[in-house]
């Protein structure tokens, strides 16, 4: 079969041009150098970190026992060791077993193990080990942490509350590379630490980075107002970002886009007033408030003594009496007071902190003239809710823009855009005539293996049809027919064909002789000439079988 096959492949590439089989051989060499590749690619496994922050003894027992059991892995730095992604649990359960790595972070799996005879002390130094582990472990799963440490003093419980040490706690954090703790989240991570550990305060823990900077220092005072200054610089560029925002948008409408440049600043009253005011009506209510009313009258008919009482009285030389006409005394006192409501009215006002003292607005707008300056800035005013009498100030200054860098930006991405476009548009050119290149020649090379197929599987013979009818109207032998001075009327053949018919008279010969037993060399030899012929020409000896049969139906008809 790998005969034919090959005579068939040597014709082809015999009728084949220069240029054609440099295409072919271009295209092979291409299949040698992707097929691998490719394979490689597709059979590398993705790799996945098995372990971080490894020390350098760690890691190198960890590479010895990969290298021991024949696991792939790469090492991204010193302390990094990544494995095949489905051997990631495996790699890790097995280091666990021979009890790798041995200075990283320990946590609860302490006490997987056994614990029988271990002492209390013992068993308490482990379950601190581990409530430090599992801690280090939560906040090492934050983004902007690469490493931590953390220390807890549980100090011994005593009888007295009073004579209780706190506990306290230590966080050594190193950050990673272009990232940084914020505010809120030290204190969401001494929160979190004071709410794992019993009887722990969050005033109780400080954090420190790796740099020796101290985060969060404890102390429930400075906790609170460092949170309370954080909430209120938040509050004041909240409200600052708004106002440059719709200044921003105003003037981007107005001027046109990138000719504004908006910066504003907010500062807010953050004091808490509580404000008493008594008011007293100029018109008093008529209502009484109290009254007093004292009158006397006094009358005698003759002279008494009178006087005040007391020592003058008693004195040797009395002070004459008082007497009225003819002798008669006579006194009289009146004496009326009355007092009115008066109407207060007291109110009491609470000022709530947070209230704006005052906003500063800063515009630089692209060559405006003066009065076009002005407007700008009466506009931007407005905008901003600026009080003049509450000390506010807007400044709006024109000068023009220094567009260089810009231009140069734009132009050098107009040119890489225009660069892309054209290599996107030559590519798929390229691709669409490869593409139609690829499709001629495959089509033109099937048409020539079709062509070249058809001449090489050419009959030896004539059709078993026409050999019958042959054979039926003169009855000569088949190498008389198939000569080339057989019965008149036949077309004359050529001498491959006469050839082959001579070939197929030798075969028809061999069959004939299918019954006879393999007694000679020479019958081996026919058999193998047999053997052969149906190998290389199966077309040509199933036209012989198909004669055959024929001639066997018309000697038994």
């Known amino acids: 079969m790998m005969v034919p096959l090959q005579n068939q492949f040597l014709n082809y590439w015999k009728k084949q041009s220069q240029s054609q089989r440099i295409v072919i051989i271009s295209l092979l ?76 972070t320990v946590g609860y799996e302490l006490f997987s193990g056994n614990t029988l005879g271990m002492t209390e002390f013992t068993q308490k130094v482990n379950y601190q080990r581990a409530l430090e582990g599992e801690l280090e472990r939560t906040i090492g799963s934050l983004e902007a942490v690469e490493a931590v440490r953390v220390h807890v003093v549980r100090p011994e419980r005593t009888l ?24 809120a989240q030290v ?24 740099n020796g900077n101290l985060l969060a220092g404890g102390g429930n005072e400075a906790g609170s107002l460092s949170a309370q200054t954080d909430s209120q610089r938040a509050a004041e560029q909240a409200a600052a970002a708004e106002i440059r925002k719709q200044v921003q948008l105003m003037l981007d409408r ?29 018109q008093p209510t008529p209502v009484v408030r109290s009254s007093q009313k004292i009158v006397e009258n006094y009358t005698t008919s003759g002279a008494v003594e009178g006087g005040v009482p007391g020592a003058d009285s008693n004195l040797p030389t009395p002070l004459p009496p008082v007497t009225g006409e003819n002798g008669a005394m006579t006194y009289s006192r009146t004496e009326e007071t009355v ?26 707008v ?52 225009q660069t892309n476009l054209y290599i996107q548009i030559g590519l798929a050119v ?55 001075e057989a019965a008149a009327g036949l077309p004359p053949m050529s001498a491959q064909r006469a050839a082959l018919n001579q070939k197929t008279e030798d075969v028809m010969v061999e069959l004939s002789s299918r019954f006879t037993p393999v007694n000679t060399a020479e019958d081996e030899q026919r ?31």
């Open 29 to 104: 060499l291409a299949a040698l150098i992707l097929v691998p590749v490719l394979i490689n690619w597709a059979n590398t496994p993705s790799y996945s970190v098995a372990y971080s922050g490894l020390s350098e003894n760690d890691a190198a027992q960890i590479v010895q026992k990969l290298d021991e059991n024949r696991i792939p892995y790469r090492l991204r730095d010193s302390g990094t060791i990544l494995v095949p992604s489905e051997q990631v649990y495996e790699v890790r359960l097995r280091m666990a077993r021979e009890g790798l790595p041995k200075s990283g």
């Open 187 to 210: 204190r969401a991570i001494t929160h979190l630490v004071a709410s794992s550990v019993e009887g722990l305060q969050p005033e109780n823990v400080v954090v420190v980075d790796s």
């Open 527 to 557: 058999a193998k000439v047999v053997s052969r012929l149906a190998e290389e020409s199966p077309a040509t000896v199933a036209e012989i079988i198909q004669l055959w049969l024929n001639e066997d139906n018309r000697n038994h008809g």
């Open 160 to 183: 007295l509350s009073s004579e209780q040490s706190p506990t306290t706690a230590s966080i050594t954090i190193k950050e990673r590379m272009g990232q940084a703790l914020d505010a």
């Open 366 to 417: 692209d060559g405006l003239d003066a009065q076009s300056v002005e407007t700008v800035k009466a506009a931007v005013a407005a905008a901003a809710g600026v009080d003049e009498a509450r000390g506010d100030q807007v400044v709006v200054q024109s000068m023009p823009f220094d567009r260089t860098y810009y231009e140069q930006q734009a132009a050098e991405m107009a040119q890489a855009e």
């Open 254 to 282: 107005t001027l046109g886009p990138n000719r504004a440049v908006v910066q504003a600043a907010v500062a807010m009253d953050w004091t808490q007033r509580e404000i008493v005011s008594s008011t007293m009506e100029q």
């Open 430 to 484: 390229a691709a669409v005539i490869l593409l139609a290149a690829l499709i001629f020649f495959f089509s033109r090379q099937m048409r020539q293996l079709r062509t070249a197929t058809a001449q090489a599987w050419q009959p030896v013979m004539m059709p078993a049809g026409e050999l019958a009818a042959l054979q039926g109207q003169a009855a000569v032998p088949l190498g008389q027919i198939a000569a080339p």
């Open 339 to 364: 007092n009115y409501e008066v109407s207060q009215v007291e109110a009491r006002e609470v000022q709530s902190p947070g209230r704006i003292s005052r906003i500063s607005v800063s515009v630089m």
